[in-house]
Each structure stands twice: as C-alpha cells, then as structure tokens.
C-alpha cells in the first residue's frame, strides 16, 4: 500500500472499495495493527484521537482493540473459535476490557445478543458458533464488536458470505447500532449497491493507492477516476438491457509487478494514450471533498464507445 | 451416549469373530507345531511324538480345530500353553501387568517431554529454541528404537551401572514392601526412557505443526482484535484447538498398553506381553498366541472407540447419539 491516507469521522460510515486484491484488508488489518509485522514495514502514521497506533506498543494497542476499536470479520464460521460458546466468546471482550463482575458480564452479554436482533439470546449465549446460522453468526460477531461500545468499527466484507436477504438485514442492523451509538465505521467491501446504501463517504482503492476519495453522492454521480468509472460501468443493471456485463480488462498486478512509476491503472486502459498519465500520479480536487488520483481521467474514454469525455 | 456406547460394543462381537477366523487360520498356515522341536531330539521317540498329536487334535481337520477352539473360548477357556504348561490366562496375567506398567510410564514421560516441547516449538517458531527441539526431533526421527535402547543399555547399565540390565525386578525381594516397588520403578527407567525418548518426537512434530496451524486460524484473528494479550490467546484459543487430535489420538494408546513392545521388552529381556509373543510364535505355541492376538484386537477395537468418545467430549462439533 502507498499513501493511503484518509479520515474517518463520529457518526460517519467511510466505505472502502475496490476488487479483490487491491488491499483493502491489509489496510484494514494494518489499523487494528494486526498485519504480520515481521513481513510488514508501515511509515506514516495511524491517528485514533490523541495516539498513533503505529507508534503503541502491543499492550497499548490491546487496551484499545475489542475496546475503542472494535472489528468485524468476513466469513463468520471461521472468524469464531469452533470450540467456545458464542456467550463465552462475546464475555471476553467484556473480560478484558471492564471490571464487571461475572454476573454483571453474562447480563451484558444477554442485552447484547438482543441488540443485534438474537431472538432467543439465553439460548444463543449457550450456542457453540456452528449451531448457528451465517446470519446468527454475523449478528454475534457484530454484537462481540460493540460489547466495549467503541467509537470505531471497522468491518471487513461483513456481508460478503451471506446471502442477500441476510445481508440488507445485517446492513440495517449496523446503520441502527451507528444511529445510536454514533461510532465511526470503515466498511470495507467491493459491493458498490452496499455502498450507496449506507456509506457517507467513499474511499476507492486499486492496487494499494487511493484512486478516488469523496462524498457518496458526489461519486455516484459524478465519477472520474477510470478505475471507478469502470467499477460503476461493472454494475449489472437491469435498465439498460445489455446483454454481456462490462468487465475491467486485466487484472489487479500482484505485489511482485506492481509498478512503482507511474498510473497503476495504465496498463488495464491500454487504448488511453500513454502521455495523458502523469509520472508520479498525485490526488487532485476537482470539487469540493471529491479528489481523484493522475490526470488521465480528463482523457478517458470506454473503449468500443468511442465518445470522448 | 451410552446406547451409542452399547452398539458399538455390541458391533465389536461379529468383528471379532471374523478376525478369529483369520487368526487361528494364520496361526495353523505357520509350519510346524508345537512339538515340530520334539523330533529333533534324539531321545524323543517318534511314535510317541505321533501319539501326542493325535491326543492334542493336531491331525484333525482345520474347522474342527477351529470349531473346538472357539468353543473352549466362548466357555472363557483359552486353553493350556504348551510351552509353559499352565493355564494361557495364567500365562498372560503373569505378564501383562509388566506390559501395563511399561507402556504407562512410556506414555507419561513421552506426554511429559512431547507437550512443552510442542508448544514451545510452535509458539517460538523459528526461534533457536524451536531449531534446537527440530534438531532433536530429526535425531529421535532417524533413530530405530532397537539401536537406540542397545546404546542406551550399553551406557547406563553396562558402562556406568546405574540401572540394572533386564527383568523387572530382583528376586529375594518381599512383594508389597516399598523396597520392591522401587526395585520395580529401578528396572523400569530404562526400558521406560529407550521407549519414550524416541516416541516423544512423533508427538512434538504433530504438536508443533497443528499450534503453527491454528495460530493462522481467522478466529485467533478474531481473538486479538478483541485485545486479548498474546499469552491469553495461546492459552485460550490456540492451544485447545491445537490439542484436539492429540486428544484423540490418546484412545488409541490403550492399545500399546496391553500390547507391548517387542523391541525394548527383548532387548531388555522384560517380561511383558510383547516378549512373550515373540517366544510363543518361535515355540509355536498356539493358544498363546491367538490368545495374545485376540486381545490386542480387542484393545484395539476399544481404543477406536474410546478415541471417538474423548473426541466427543472435547469438541462440541462432534456429538455421538
């Protein structure tokens, strides 16, 4: 990742997006400081309030994970210790992060299952995770994340591996749960309808970079970036009737080729001219909060249509 | 629970009785009997030899030696050895305490050594530490276990005398007293080393690389984004989960309880089952060892159950009904 640098707001949900591969967890797991950090090197600086989280040491950082952050993982089945009860597993994050007693923690434990939507949480909290459905399953995940009532949320593809009944309710649940609690929340996906139904803000990402940052309304509309126009243009839409999907040309470069000089995007647009990228793409703002990365957005066209913007 | 239990046990009678057939047709398919050694002395007189197999049922046809010896079985007559002309029950209770005693101290020093060198090596991967336990563990791979309790009975019996050479206890020795119990643990140590020392390494390899598996597992993922310290994560998550096949694997060691081990229990001229069973196949003597092979069957029958009990018991994905 380069250069990756935004903000998240209280009471905002920030959306990350971009096709597999383009590190959106690592730049997930990189925040909670969960990366492998003998692989990784990380400069810059993560700012949660007053600290770095780059610069804590790993029992600093575990006072604030589980407590003022909390996350939110992608494939509930294996994100949840097969051997543990779902309670158990809710309780210790209160564990290591109150001082309640352990009556105290089982009753939180029961409020918490019935705030995210478990209609038998007595029940539940005696559950081991694979008695569960994916949708109970996300729903315990979700609620082990808010135990400590944090202010960041990060959820990683938290709807991907369900089914997309389950997945609008998981999505109202956590724009409820952000309602009233107010918590900042990263939501990681490559789900664009995900995207327009509950983010604030969008962060588009490809191959490590930030390609395109703005308000949701302002991308939706008024996309710039290749890269996030191509991502709008690969939404089927039952409107237009066409009858084969839009498909990105190529594929995201693997770390090894990823090229260090220039638009990371050119070799997937390849009927752009070359002198319309710049050398060493920078984030301009074309608009208020809305930036795009490299100039060659101003020249790009979709191959096959011929219309020039 | 217990009717699962029930069934399975139940199970076990025409699975056992199949392999009696084999047994005993394996048994007779070996040339010559139990006083095939006879004729070769000189003083033996053939006829009478040839009287004795006919007294013995030797000549009659296989089924109906089979059929008479499953019948003395079903009365809990496992027949007279012939070798040590007592009673094979006797024969076998005489040694299969040796055998329990052995193999339970084999177990418990292996488990010993093999669990915190097992988690230390998975947890430290890479450390020097962990490359230190690999090394030994490549020795305790590339070591026969015959060769290594013959250097082992050379060094600490032969060159230094520290521990006696073979037999499981002196004679002249009161039993019961406290003397013969550590004059018992005294003959042990050796044979009980010879054995775990080598068997440790299987465990340690097979611990190591389930704690270096599971700590990759999402949910330890999971668990430290919680912010649990490092040492409550392998504690709570990585080392129950890393334990699971071990576990299971315990069931099947009741076999090697009453089985012995026919390397350290010759070598050190031990009386335990694994030696007895040796001799009796070069002495032919029969009803010691179909007696000697049904019984490991069994145990092993058991093991395979009592595997998949523990297994129930310790992971709640797996629930017998």
Known sequence: MDNVSFTVNENEIVAVVGESGCGKSALALSIMQLHNKQRTKIEGAIRYRDSDLVALNEAQMNKLRGKDLGMIFQESLTALNPLMTVGRQIEENLDYHTDLTKKAKKARTMELLAKVGIPLPEFTYKQYPHELSGGMRQRSMISMAIACNPSVIIADEPTTALDVTIQAQILDLLKSIQKKTHMGIILITHDLGVVAEIADRIVVMYAGQVVEMGTVLRIFKNPRHPYTRSLMNSIPSAATGQDRLHVIEGAVPSITRMPRQGCRFKDRISWIPDNTHENSPELHEVASDHWVRCSCYKHFYFQGRKEKR | MWKFILRRILGMIPQLFVLSILVFMMAKAMPGDALTGRQMDPKADPERIAEQRVQMGLNDPVHV????????????????????????????????????????????????????????????????????????????????????????????????????????????????????????????????????????????????NEIIDTKTRDFIRTARSKGIPDSKVYSGHILRNAFLPIAAFLGYEITGLVGGSVFIESIYSYPGIGQLFVTSVMLRDFSVVTALVMMTSFATLLGTLLSDIILSAVDPRIRIE
């Open chain 2, 65 to 208: 030696q089979y059929i008479r010896w499953i019948k003395n079985i079903a009365h809990g007559d496992w027949g007279v050895s012939y070798t040590h002309k007592t009673r094979v029950t006797e024969v076998i209770g005489d040694r299969i305490w040796n055998t329990v005693y052995l193999a339970f101290g084999t177990l418990l020093i292996t488990y010993l050594l093999a669990i915190p060198l097992g988690i230390i090596s998975g947890r430290w991967n890479d450390s020097w530490m962990d490359k230190a336990i690999t090394g030994y563990n490549y020795l305790g791979y590339a070591t026969p276990v015959f060769i290594f309790a013959l250097l082992m009975l050379f060094l600490f019996s032969f060159t230094f005398a520290l521990f006696p050479a073979g037999g499981s206890v002196d004679p002249y020795i009161e039993p019961g007293t406290f003397s013969y119990v550590l004059n018992k643990i005294n003959h042990l140590v050796l044979p009980v080393m010879s054995g775990a020392l080598v068997a440790t390494v299987t465990t340690v390899q097979y611990l190591k």
